[in-house]
């Protein structure tokens, strides 16, 4: 079995970009702070608008989360419509529910039109209820999100049964306009598309100090300096040595396992339509095929933690009650990555200074959101117009008992993973 922090899809990656570490000094009108989804979306959203560019990655592209992601390209954040108007208000919230909305048209355009191999698969996602109190949650999501426009259907136990090919469902909402993606691929293929476009993309370069100056933030890293006008962090739950604009977040770790390719005779009983799926638990299931046939389930939990005997008992428990004739299939890899959480479940812009502002706080949902947050960021700085944002930036956030909250996330997944799923 491969180390927790080495994820399928660095094998799997079809997209290449060649990078050094920075190791002179750079005058930029626009300087980005990680190479997520978000700090892609950026420098290429910049890169494309004429301005000069450099991005700065601690690792290497999709180091963090990006590259650890399900790849479930959804519409919309966790929570649904309603709770978001009444967190954010009438006019902020219909803005972001529209803008998200659109997050998986926007993303697969981008892939689209520069040509990035990633597995992209449109054809919907599908919101499992696990349970039937889960079938009228989805229920209420259904009316909410079709209130607003979306085009979701609500499918009863039948009809999940024949999408999924599994009979443990009580239901499922499906979602045409989602999908899947090679997670990775897709944020080293922006990071591509970024440098294509005139953006100087640096990997092994962190940051290790920041200061306004005379009109201008000098970021320092161990090779070079760079002078810039603007400033994106975007480093969410892989953020490094910066304190003073360290994001506020609760950590919580979310792992997957994936089985070799699964055969043609197997494959045509699971997902026939290749939709990406998770659940209504608490404690959620996600489970999805790759291009190649195998099947990734995941669930909430560290495998670098006390909890990894638990988490890795549960999958394979879980992997025969989803799908009994996979209960022979082997589990040969298994990884896993660190979600920002934020109390509300909703992102978050905060301003670090002049020009200057971070997003982080995606709560899992960092493909659509993260690629759509990075775009408007780029737009509000270049053309100095705060209306450009999703969110309105905030001087600052913060999250009380991150620490022992994030320990109540990890003690419940492991022992919810120890008693359930027993057939």
């Not at 739950?237 to 506020?248: F, G, K, V």
């Not at 396992?257 to 659940?279: M, Q």
């Not at 896993?336 to 995606?362: C, L, Q, V, W």
């Not at 493909?367 to 944002?389: K, Y």
Request: hydrophobic share 40%; aromatic share 6%.
């Amino acid at each position: 079995m491969n180390t927790p922090e080495h994820a399928l899809w660095r094998d799997t990656c079809s997209e290449t970009l060649k990078t050094a570490s920075l190791s002179v000094d750079l005058t930029v009108d626009l300087a980005v702070i990680g190479g997520g989804y978000t700090g892609c979306s950026a420098a290429l959203t910049a890169a494309k608008a004429g301005a000069s560019v450099c991005l700065l990655e601690a690792q290497d592209i999709g180091h963090g989360g990006s590259g650890r992601n399900v790849g479930l390209v959804n519409a919309g954040l966790w929570l649904p419509p309603d709770t978001i108007r009444s967190h954010l208000g009438q006019d902020v919230g219909d803005r972001l529910i529209d803008l998200l909305a659109k997050a998986p048209s926007d993303v697969f355009a981008l892939i689209d039109v520069h040509g990035i191999t990633c597995e992209p698969v449109q054809n919907g996602t599908l919101h499992c209820a696990h349970s039937a109190s889960g079938f009228r949650d989805l229920q209420t999501r259904h009316a909410q999100l079709s209130a607003a426009g979306a085009p979701v259907e609500l499918l009863p136990a039948e009809a999940a049964h024949a999408r999924t090919g599994s009979k443990t469902f009580h239901g499922a909402l499906f979602d045409p306009h989602a999908g899947t993606i090679q997670p990775l691929a897709y944020v080293v293929g922006l990071a591509r598309a970024a440098s294509d476009a005139g953006a100087q993309v640096f990997t092994q370069s962190p940051v290790q100090a920041i200061r306004h100056q005379n009109g201008h933030w000098v970021l320092t890293t161990p090779g070079g300096t760079v002078r810039a006008k603007s400033v994106i962090q975007a480093t969410n739950a892989y953020h490094q040595r910066l304190e003073d604009t360290a994001p506020a977040y609760v950590p919580v770790y979310y792992f997957q396992y994936a089985t070799a390719p699964l055969s043609h005779n197997l494959r045509a009983s699971i997902l026939p339509k290749g939709e990406g799926c998770w659940d209504t638990g608490l404690i959620m299931t996600s489970f999805r095929l790759d291009q190649d046939g195998r099947m990734i389930i995941g669930g909430m939990g560290d495998l670098a933690h006390a909890g990894r005997g638990p988490h890795s008992a549960w999958v394979k428990r879980k992997l025969a009650q989803l799908y009994p004739q996979l209960s022979d299939e082997s589990l040969v890899q298994g990884w896993h990555g660190r979600i920002a959480m934020t109390s509300d479940h909703i992102p978050k812009i905060t301003e670090i200074g002049p020009n200057a502002m971070s997003a982080h706080g995606f709560s899992g949902r960092g493909i659509g959101p993260g690629t759509v947050f990075g775009r408007l960021m780029a737009e509000s700085l270049l053309n100095d117009d705060p209306s450009c944002l999703p969110v309105p930036a905030v001087p600052e956030h913060r999250e009380s008992w991150a620490g022992l909250r994030r320990a109540y996330f990890e003690t419940g997944a492991a022992l919810t993973h120890l008693i359930k799923a027993r057939i």
